[in-house]
């Protein structure tokens, strides 16, 4: 009888201890300690790419519309197309999906990948590509 | 991001991403360095209407044409942060308790318990490897974090591994930045994939890494503290954290813990050899082999007797799985999937004198759906057409393009149960010897 009444009052000061300062105050006895600690989160480095300068017309550019294959990005690509077609003059435009099925393809995985479709897509020679990654 | 390397040959690009996503695409091109063109539509773009669709594309086209025409490139100089070794010393004051949780708000832990990791701890567990803690292991995406061997080991401290472990978690670390692992993938995308760690060799015993019942569950310190590692390692190097750049709609354990485990060689059939050998391996080599994959499934068959039957049921299971296969991504149809055979299957096929080959190939054979399953609009149907000229709606098609991308391993321990791992998109299996 004694033993359980005093599980019964350990459980009621475990309760109350968790109740007022959490569990973590439970166990006060840990010591507060200085600490030097290794970051484990590592650092960036990172070299800036060289990115291309836009055209400021479009007028008599190509234009290439690119859709990785999620749902709806040709649809969304195609009016976009037309749109164009409707504003500017003397537009050309390609469609990726239609030129080079084979770069269909929502993961490509890896920069080996990204580079072969990039080289496809660049053989048609755009003057801007606008990409949809959908989803 | 493709637009990247079509950049670097001189071709403008803009790239439409959705509000959801929009914070990924700038970040995994950062990561790359570059900061380019983005407009920006309403989440989502996916299964909406025809009308709706368009209605976005109307609506952000002022935006497609203003940064067609009028956006620039901005040069800025390197970033450069800080030197990678040795790593930066926080100077900390608190118990146990308030260090993990410094640590979790900080983002430098994923909210389940570290331990601190002191520089003598650190130290101690270096001892495990004859690496120099200098040597850099690789960049960790999508944050493209500098990983040193004293990283490594400070993530092995947090995780609660023995020096001995060291060895296989930086063969796993090297394998899994593999490019062609594609780490990037499975720790960005919004399915449920995590990396898969198969152990071959002596390496297995030496450390106690567990390769039977239960192997990939609790209750094996090598398994669990490796696991964690390797999952703490490439999470806070790589900045991988949800909602974004982590961007699982649901996420999993192998989240904490990646899927991680020793083939189990020792119930390896007569006349099997072990899965680093099927991969030009010796078999007194200690190999570790990853692969990003989807959740596993569990092939429960307590019923066949013969391997006939048994791969009959196997072709029933995974048929339903095709959907992530070639109609959706194609690409897997070209990847390299994982059968987890248990050891009670393993023996029951090889019982009856089947080869590992003779099992994949009745299994390639047996697991199809007809082409008129795959789902209209289906952008691969086209490619699938190219590579294998005309097709009736009747044509059967297998999961993979080739029955040796089926490869068979023996794992876990007694019962009626083998496992099945599809790779996710992109993912091809590395292996690496472990050196000490």
Same mark, same amino acid.
């Given at each position: 009888m004694k033993l359980h009444g005093f599980i019964k009052d350990l459980l009621i000061a475990l309760i109350l201890a968790g109740l007022l300062g959490g569990p973590i105050d439970i166990l006060a006895e840990e010591k507060i300690q200085d600490w030097e600690l290794i970051n484990p989160e590592g650092v960036v480095k990172i070299e800036i790419m060289k990115l291309t300068p836009h055209p400021s017309r479009l007028e008599g550019k190509t234009i290439m $519309?690119?859709?990785?294959?999620?749902?709806?990005?040709?649809?969304?690509?195609?009016?976009?197309?037309? $749109? $164009?077609?409707?504003?500017?003059?003397?537009?050309? #435009?390609?469609?990726?999906? @239609?030129v080079a099925p084979e770069t269909v393809d929502p993961i490509t995985g890896s920069h080996e990948r990204s580079k072969k479709f990039a080289k496809k897509l660049?053989?048609?020679?755009?003057? $801007?590509?606008?990409a949809s990654q959908a989803d | 991001m493709d637009q990247l390397e079509l950049e670097k040959l001189g071709i403008p690009t803009v790239t439409i991403s959705t509000t959801e996503f929009a914070s990924l695409a700038r970040d995994t091109a950062f990561g790359q360095g570059a900061e380019p063109s983005f407009v920006v539509v309403p989440h989502p773009m996916g299964m909406i209407s025809l009308a709706e669709i368009r209605k976005k594309a109307e609506s952000v086209f002022p935006e497609i044409l203003k940064a067609a025409t009028e956006w620039q490139p901005v040069v800025k100089p390197t970033l450069l942060a800080k030197l990678a070794y040795p790593a930066e010393r926080l100077k900390l004051r608190g118990t146990v308790g308030n260090i993990n949780a410094i640590f979790f708000s900080r983002g430098l832990s994923f909210g389940i318990p570290i331990i601190p990791p002191t520089p003598e701890l650190v130290g101690e567990m270096l001892k495990g490897?004859?690496?120099?803690?200098?040597?850099?292991?690789g960049r960790v995406p999508p944050r493209m974090g500098g990983l040193t061997i004293e990283l490594v080991a400070t993530h092995a401290v947090m995780a609660g591994c023995k020096p001995s472990y060291m060895p296989l978690l930086i063969a796993a670390l090297e394998a899994l930045l593999d490019p062609i692992a594609n780490w990037r993938g499975v720790t960005t995308t919004t399915a449920t994939s995590a990396a898969m760690v198969i152990v071959n060799g002596p390496i297995v015993k030496e450390i106690g890494l567990a390769s039977g019942q239960g192997a990939a569950?609790?209750?094996?310190?090598?398994?669990?503290?490796?696991?964690?590692?390797?999952?703490?390692?490439?999470? &806070? =190097?790589?900045?991988?954290?949800p909602p974004t750049p !982590?961007?699982?709609?649901?996420?999993?354990?192998? !989240?904490?813990?990646?899927?991680?485990?020793? @083939?189990? @060689? !020792?119930?390896?059939?007569?006349?099997?050899?072990?899965?680093?050998?099927?991969?030009?391996?010796? @078999?007194? !080599?200690?190999?570790?082999?990853?692969?990003?994959?989807?959740?596993?499934?569990?092939? &429960?068959?307590?019923?066949? #007797?013969?391997?006939?039957?048994?791969?009959?049921?196997?072709?029933?299971? =995974?048929?339903?799985?095709?959907? &992530?296969g070639g109609p959706c991504w194609i690409t897997q149809m070209e990847q390299p999937h994982i059968i987890g055979l248990g050891p009670e299957h393993a023996q029951l096929v090889a019982g009856a004198g089947w080869t590992k080959d003779q099992f994949r190939k009745a299994l390639w054979e047996k697991a199809r759906i007809p082409f008129s399953a795959w789902p209209k609009?289906?952008?691969n149907t086209d490619l699938f057409l190219k590579k294998f000229g005309e097709v009736t709606p009747d044509t059967? =098609?297998?999961?993979?393009?080739?029955?040796?991308?089926?490869? =068979?391993i023996i794992a876990g321990g007694y019962g009626k149960h083998s496992h099945f791992f599809a790779p996710f998109p992109g993912c091809f299996p590395v292996s690496r010897i472990v050196q000490k």
């Open positions: $519309l690119r859709s990785n294959g999620k749902h709806n990005g040709d649809k969304f690509l195609i009016r976009v197309g037309e $749109l $164009l077609k409707d504003k500017v003059k003397d537009i050309k #435009i390609i469609y990726s999906w @239609e660049a053989s048609f020679k755009p003057d $801007l590509v606008i | 490897t004859s690496r120099r803690p200098e040597e850099v292991v569950g609790k209750m094996h310190h090598a398994n669990a503290s490796i696991g964690y590692a390797i999952n703490l390692t490439l999470g &806070i =190097v790589g900045g991988s954290k !982590d961007k699982s709609i649901l996420g999993g354990p192998a !989240d904490f813990v990646c899927w991680i485990f020793g @083939e189990n @060689e !020792d119930k390896l059939p007569a006349g099997w050899k072990p899965f680093h050998v099927d991969r030009g391996f010796k @078999e007194s !080599d200690s190999v570790v082999t990853v692969m990003g994959i989807y959740p596993p499934v569990d092939n &429960i068959d307590h019923w066949s #007797i013969t391997p006939e039957e048994h791969v009959n049921w196997w072709g029933h299971l =995974v048929t339903p799985l095709l959907s &992530i609009g289906c952008p059967l =098609v297998p999961f993979t393009f080739k029955p040796e991308d089926l490869n =068979v």
